[in-house]
């Protein structure tokens, strides 16, 4: 059962969008403050996040930028009662699955809801697929048992995550060309 987090400000608002959710089969958990949400975020995995935009303090776009940092891939939603294009593009940019303006009717919300959660399920599933195809052509060839080999692997996986340049060094034959593959392998933009 997908869990999510409710962030909004305004108990009515909370509430109804708290049943509404549970009423579609959700686990919810919700929050009035902005900096409640990221500390729920920080320890606990939500599927989905949905969040105000404007609050005291904490507004929804903190919100946003914490759960992006916690996993990339969890979407979150951003309702706001000042629907206004730059807070839109602002959100978007920020890795926003999509924006919400209020009022709105639940059906509308659930659709939004159902489908980020489905296609959350399907990146993630890509995700697995791909990794287990990489373990026979990335990190898989590297053979070592040692502390500094395992290392390695773990190093590799992380760089090969990221844009920056790497550069490997060491002796003729101790396997540069082996580890360059495997971080091409690994990288997102492989392709
Ligand atoms: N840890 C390892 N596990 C499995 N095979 C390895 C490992 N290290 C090296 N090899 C193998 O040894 C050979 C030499 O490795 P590689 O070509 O990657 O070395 P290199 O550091 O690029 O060498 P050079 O500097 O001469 O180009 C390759 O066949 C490679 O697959
Ligand atoms: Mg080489």
Known sequence: MPTILVVDDKDSMRNMLSETLSGEGYRVDATSDGKRALDLIRNKAYDLVLTDL??????G???????KEVDNETPVILMTAYGTIEDAVQAMKLGAYDFITKP???EHLCVLVN???ENRRMVAENTLLREELLADHGV???????EKMIELCGLIQKVAKSDA???????????????????????NRRE
């Open 104 to 106: 709105f009717d639940t």
């Open 54 to 59: 404007k609050m005291p303090d904490t507004d």
């Open 140 to 146: 898989a060839n590297i053979i070592g048992k040692n």
């Open 165 to 187: 340049s790497v550069l490997l060094q060491g002796e003729s034959g101790t396997g540069k060309e082996l580890f360059a593959r495997a971080i091409h392998q690994l990288s």
């Open 61 to 67: 776009l903190a919100v946003l930028s914490g759960a």
């Open 115 to 117: 489908r980020a959660l």
